[in-house]
């Protein structure tokens, strides 16, 4: 018999008062009987439309099936016949608005848990699990991937299972992308990251760091003077934006990108971290997307005393993952919504001195169907501050599309490529993930790299 309980088992978590103070895993994951009987809420529906909901096509019913039965390991085969980065995500997809957001119980109840058991049985098999990786026969063909994020990894872990010698370029000093300097510890461990990295430089994927590509080298010397028969670029979108407000320019302003890198890719929380942060004590965010809600949780377990979100739309607008929002506020977080800022204040060295907002209130449907912010008049006020962290989303650096000839992008500076395939203007060059989409999800950017890598090999075959 189903389990009919309208609620989900309860993720166990550090407690908010401990968490917030550290940059451990904040959820703790789910016991072997929590994972059984959320698992026998499925209903295994014969119209799989979880499964719809899933950019990698994941048999959800599937695995889930395995776990209610108490074959946990059986449940990864599942998974992993699909997804390259299980582990991954179990901890940072969007479930909500993806495969939970398609689940039946979800009509009147809560949706069955999926990310939550995604990640149990990852955990699952990495704990109890030491699987002997073989390179593949190689088929002499050569593929080089632009970017060690989603994207690349996954387009590099498929094309590598099908014996393609792969070549991923990484501008960082350390491969991962946005898993390794984007989203903190305390939401996905870097142990896990390495992992899946390890697995696939074992089937032969060759990582080469400190590589920016149309700077080091461009895209055209990788294909005709290395021999690379099809580029995949998974490069992101890292470049930050700015609201071009007064005092952007004042010490202690940071774009997301940066404030975040320091911590999760330096270190700088750490007393003998080489990139240190300045350690503040009243912190402003503005944006209400889940890098925001990233840096303003990492800037209170740095030691700030009070954090604002500043958001101008309202509560129910906001683009951040819910549990992501909920764990913010028991966090302390402090939620400014209906306000946007007009001016960051100096003291008197030049430091954020404060932040200048006014009020908002909602007016009618923008292009995006969301109703447009607008000023109230006669509403400003200032909240005293000492940093300013902007995440307000990024574009594609225009590095890569300024070097290479006749790659088609869009104004605001994403290659065009074809949904069903990833091919750019370009012969033989392929892209996916944000560099093509503009800041999106880690799932999304997967989906991209494993169409990529299939359109790849059926273009190398065919040649």
């Given at each position: 018999m189903p389990n009919m309980s309208a609620k989900k088992n309860e993720m166990p978590v550090q407690a908010p008062e401990v968490r917030n103070k550290n940059f451990e895993e904040v959820a703790l994951g789910y016991t072997k009987e929590?994972?059984?009987?959320?698992?026998?809420?499925?209903?295994?529906?014969?119209?799989?439309?979880?499964?719809?909901?899933?950019?990698?096509?994941i048999d959800i019913p599937g695995f889930i099936k395995e776990v209610a039965e108490g074959r946990f390991e059986d449940a990864y085969q599942v998974i992993a016949g699909a997804s390259s980065l299980p582990a991954v995500c179990g901890r940072v997809c969007p479930q909500e608005t993806q495969c939970e957001g398609k689940c039946v119980r979800g009509i009147k109840a809560e949706p069955v848990g999926i990310g939550r058991l995604e990640r149990f049985v990852a955990d699952y098999h990495n704990e109890n699990f030491k699987e002997e990786i073989k390179k593949p026969e190689s088929n002499g063909h050569k593929v080089a991937v632009i970017g060690s994020g989603p994207a690349g990894l996954t387009c590099a872990g498929e094309l590598a299972k099908k014996g393609y010698e792969v070549t991923v370029f990484e501008a960082l000093h350390l491969a991962g992308g946005v898993l390794v300097y984007g989203i903190p510890e305390f939401r996905l461990p870097k142990s896990i990251v390495q992992k899946e990295i390890d697995g696939l430089k074992a089937l032969g994927v060759k990582i080469e760091t400190n590589m920016v590509i149309g700077k080091v080298l461009s895209i055209d010397e990788l294909k005709e003077e290395y021999g690379f028969e099809a580029?995949?670029?998974?490069s992101g979108a890292g470049l930050p934006k700015f609201m071009n407000i007064p005092g952007e320019n004042l010490k202690?302003?940071?774009?997301?990108?940066e404030f975040l890198t320091r911590v999760n890719l330096m270190k700088s929380y750490k007393n003998d971290s080489d990139t240190p942060i300045k350690h503040s004590k009243r912190v402003a965010v503005v944006g209400g997307g889940n890098v925001a809600m990233d840096a303003a949780r990492s800037a209170l377990r740095l030691g700030a005393e009070e954090v604002y979100i500043i958001y101008r739309r309202s509560r129910t607008e906001l683009p951040a993952r819910a549990e992501e929002v909920d764990h913010a506020e028991e966090e302390g977080i402090i939620f400014k919504f209906l306000t946007n800022p007009v001016e960051i204040l100096a003291d008197e060295n030049r430091f954020v001195g404060g932040i200048r907002c006014v009020e908002m209130e909602l007016g009618e449907p923008d292009a995006s169907g969301r109703r447009r912010p607008v000023v109230k008049e006669g509403s400003e006020f200032e909240i005293a501050v000492d940093c300013v962290i902007m995440a307000l989303g990024t574009s594609p650096n225009p590095l890569i599309k300024n070097t290479t000839k006749g790659l088609d992008t869009q104004k605001w500076g994403g290659i065009i490529a074809e949904e069903e395939t990833g091919l750019t203007s370009r012969e033989g060059i392929y892209a996916g993930g944000d560099a093509v989409t503009g800041a999106a999800t880690v799932i999304l950017a997967m989906g991209a790299g494993k169409t990529a890598a299939q359109s790849i090999h059926e273009y190398i075959k065919a040649k």
């Open positions: 929590q994972a059984i009987d959320e698992a026998q809420r499925c209903l295994n529906c014969k119209t799989k439309n979880c499964v719809a909901g899933c950019p990698v096509n580029v995949f670029i998974g202690g302003v940071y774009s997301a990108n």
